[in-house]
């Protein structure tokens, strides 16, 4: 198959298009590298990838690309740690549905004069169930809890109807997908960062995995953590997330369906934070002190991986402890590199 990925040199871009490659289809990116620049990649010379630099709100571009490719990923998007939410409020609001309304506006145009195309794939995202007051979240729950109260997750919220829409209106085949907290390599600190301190380090993306770990090589002690550390997370790896992206690309159970794509483990941020602490200093004690939390952190993020499991057979199966014996050294390589 030929797939688009829209969003190709971001984070989680970069998982899907690697698994793309193994898999043995052929691959154009999309992106405008307005969030780390030009960085280098493992499959920037392989023969089945393209990646154009461009803007993925130019509709007439990106006609022309989906007039060749089976299947679109939308994963382009603004996006950011949960510091991102109250810098940007207005600007994940506005170009994101900018990003999406033309991504939708180009598959309607290709659907029409009868092209290949045969299913868009939104990237959506947990923060659909920001304002749950039940756990786990079950694929649904988001259209009768009330909306997110961030500007990013109302609009990620806003993706999933613009999926439906295209398909009432215009038959665009969809399927939304919703990852969850996702950990990996490949994130540095966006060139529109603003300076948070946490104690006396700068956070790095504001993600608390790659946050932790850069304040406990740098040597902070205590560890500064945002909140009680009580949060409850559900971290999943960038491959496992990408492997049931692709999963549910190509699934014809996923055709007009939507899925939590997630570990099913919980882990407190508490407990992350130990798990990270014994890897980097095994030998000494850990102390934390408690920070003040931003207003969007929410308490719980717990889906329910169910129905990913019995349409799509698809499980997270990578545990923290690997997560982090990858991150860690490449960390500290971003931090000996000065790009954290």
């Known amino acids: ?120 794939t939104y990237l959506s995202s947990s923060m659909v169930f920001e304002s749950t007051k039940k756990w786990p979240s079950v694929e649904g729950d988001e259209i009768v809890i009330p909306p997110p109260m961030s500007s990013y997750g109302f ?55 790659p946050d932790l770990i850069q304040k406990i090589l740098k040597g902070q002690d205590p560890v500064h953590i945002l909140g009680d550390g009580h949060q409850i997370r559900h971290y999943t790896y960038g491959g496992d997330l990408a492997r049931g992206i692709v999963l549910a690309m190509q699934s014809e159970k996923a055709l007009n369906e939507d899925f939590n794509l997630s570990t099913n483990q919980s882990t407190t941020v508490l407990e992350l934070v130990e798990l990270v602490w014994k890897k980097i200093n095994p030998d000494k004690p850990l102390r934390t002190v408690s920070d003040p939390g931003f207003r969007y952190d929410v308490s719980k993020r717990i889906p329910s991986v169910k129905k990913a499991k019995e349409l799509l057979d698809f499980e997270a199966t990578t545990s923290i402890a690997t997560m982090l014996d990858e991150l860690i050294p490449w960390i500290k390589e971003m931090i000996d590199q000065g790009w954290i």
Request: charged fraction near 20%.
């Open 155 to 209: 609009q990620k919220l806003a993706v999933e109807y613009f999926a439906k829409a295209a398909w009432d209106q215009y038959k665009v085949p969809y399927t939304i997908l919703r990852p969850f907290n996702c950990v990996g390599i490949g994130e540095r600190r966006a060139l529109g960062d603003i300076e948070i301190k946490s104690g006396d380090v700068k956070l790095a993306m504001s993600h608390v995995v």
């Open 1 to 120: 198959m030929r797939v688009l990925v829209t969003g190709s040199a971001g984070f989680i871009g970069g998982y899907i298009v690697k698994e793309l490659l193994d898999k043995g289809h052929s691959v154009i990116g999309i992106d405008n590298l307005s969030k780390y620049g030009e960085v280098g990649v493992s499959f920037d010379d392989a023969s089945d990838y393209e990646l154009i630099t461009g803007d993925v709100q130019d509709v007439e571009l990106m006609s022309n690309l989906m007039q060749d490719v089976d299947h679109v990923i939308a994963g382009a998007a603004a996006i950011g740690g949960i510091s991102y939410f109250h810098s940007y409020a207005y600007d994940l609001l506005a170009n994101n549905e900018r990003i999406i309304a033309s991504t939708c506006d180009a598959a309607i145009k290709v659907i029409k004069a009868g092209g290949p195309l045969k299913k868009v």
